[in-house]
């Protein structure tokens, strides 16, 4: 073997062993992190949220109609109340890690879109028991959407920020949506402990 050869066998070799690297540090990386610069936190929280609006199991439900909610293309007037369950990846079987409860209101009588009042709860990782609370114009039709974060608490207290929702999968059959989110939460205080585990 010439030393061409062997030089072109090592390459690929210490290529495909920090591609496999990469791979398994992005498959390791957290729903949650935080970044600090002065005296604010910024943190990332990327999760699933699984919208069930039938059957037995179902997060998600009607509450009220306006007038004309059944004869408008866009559903217009319609109050949704749900309390989805959260996790960390798009399986309903995978970690929940949060829940997400809130309402939308159908306010658009050309296309589908809702007002959104959502507030992730934190069920699990250092931010247990923390508050983000999310709101805006929800048009689903659109492949990514933004929202704004209007505020939290407990560690999330006064916060600001913006979220980026996409939806992950449909189930026509059962009704059942996974939305994909990605949340950007910036605080005014100093990271702790707590932030850097």
Known sequence: ?????????????????TATATAAAASDTPWFQTFCQGNKATTKLHFYVHDIRAG??????????SSI????????????????KVTVAPDLGSEEVARG??????????????SMNLNFFLTSGPYKG?????????????ATRELFVVGG???????????????????EVNNYSVLEYTVYVTTPRRC???DRA
């Open 1 to 17: 073997m010439n030393n061409l050869t062997l030089f072109s066998l090592l390459l690929t070799i210490a290529t495909l062993l």
């Open 56 to 65: 037995p199991n179902a997060t998600l439900f009607n509450v009220a109609n």
């Open 69 to 84: 909610t059944n004869t408008s293309p866009t559903g217009f007037g319609r109050v949704n109340v749900f309390d989805d």
């Open 101 to 114: 409860q809130g309402t939308t209101t159908s306010m658009d009588l050309n296309v589908q879109a809702y």
């Open 130 to 142: 923390s508050t983000v609370t999310i709101n805006g114009r929800n048009q689903f039709a659109d």
């Open 153 to 171: 608490a407990g560690a999330f207290r006064n916060a600001r920020g913006y979220a980026i929702t996409s939806s992950y999968s449909y189930e």
């Open 192 to 194: 702790s402990y707590i």
